[in-house]
């Protein structure tokens, strides 16, 4: 059974930086293909970063320069590196791993989720 854990989630100021974990077991975690989203009320989950099993990395605009996504794969954890947050970056984060995703920011394609980690930025 998959298990997908995520912390380091909290409140900073506009041009804070957070890093978000993700601890993972259960599964082959380096042939999998890992994914950071976010969520608002009322709005649908938004990919923001994704790692694929060789390393590759993909961003959303709207973080790119910013975010940046790594994994330890001796410790089995995926790591969010936030810096220079802004308000609109205020979300409940969730990290997610499959084997085979279609589309790296559609979370239909993710069959294992965390419980998701709040990030506040205030102005």
């Known amino acids: 059974q998959v298990q997908l854990v995520e912390s380091g989630g909290g409140s900073v100021q506009a041009g804070g930086s957070l890093r978000l974990s993700c601890a993972a077991s259960g599964y082959s975690y380096p042939k999998y293909s890992m994914g950071w989203f976010r969520q608002t009320p009322g709005k649908e989950r938004e990919g923001v970063a994704y790692?694929?099993?060789?390393?590759?990395?993909v961003y959303a605009d709207s973080v790119k320069g910013r975010f940046t996504i790594s994994k330890d794969n001796a410790k089995n954890i995926l790591y969010l590196q936030m810096n220079s947050l802004k308000p609109e970056d205020t979300a409940m984060y969730y990290c997610a791993a499959d084997d085979n995703p279609v589309r790296w920011n559609r979370a239909v394609d993710f069959r294992n989720w965390g419980q998701g980690t709040q990030v506040t930025v205030s102005s």
């Open positions: 790692i694929d099993s060789d390393g590759v990395t």
